[in-house]
């Protein structure tokens, strides 16, 4: 129903920036909350931002002020601007979607979707 795949990450000296992307291929499927989350190795999976369909966003305290998260018209396409970067930031990031099936004939149920992540490694 959704598909997931994760974009944009790679290597960046500290104070840079990066850009993530969260492409959704969606069928029969509505979107209603899409979040990062990110883990750093024998580090528990965190949240990072989220944002819904609706445009209500929210971050984590450690990311407030210079991260910022996104969504394009068709809300189908996640971002997440990535500023002043710091080696706390290093991780492998993963997107999320949660939403319901649906389309004609089609009865809602709930579903929730993980992408494979794309790894950000920030220097210092």
């Known amino acids: 129903q959704v598909q997931l795949v994760e974009s944009g990450g790679g290597f960046a000296e500290a104070g840079g920036s990066l850009r993530l992307t969260c492409a959704a291929s969606?069928?029969?499927?509505?979107?209603?909350?899409m979040k990062w989350y990110r883990q750093a190795p024998g580090k528990q999976r965190e949240l990072v931002a989220g944002?819904?369909?609706?445009?209500?966003?929210t971050y984590a305290d450690a990311v407030k002020g210079r991260v910022f998260v996104s969504l394009d018209s068709a809300k189908t396409t996640m971002y997440l601007q990535m500023n002043s970067l710091n080696s706390e930031d290093t991780a492998t990031y993963y997107c999320?979607?949660?939403?319901?099936?649906?389309?004609?004939?089609?009865?809602?149920?709930?579903?929730?979707?993980w992408g494979q992540g794309t790894q950000v490694t920030v220097s210092s």
């Open positions: 999320n979607a949660r939403g319901a099936r649906s389309g004609p004939g089609r009865i809602p149920r709930p579903g929730d979707f």
């Open positions: 969606v069928t029969d499927f509505t979107i209603d909350f």
């Open positions: 944002i819904s369909r609706g445009g209500d966003k």
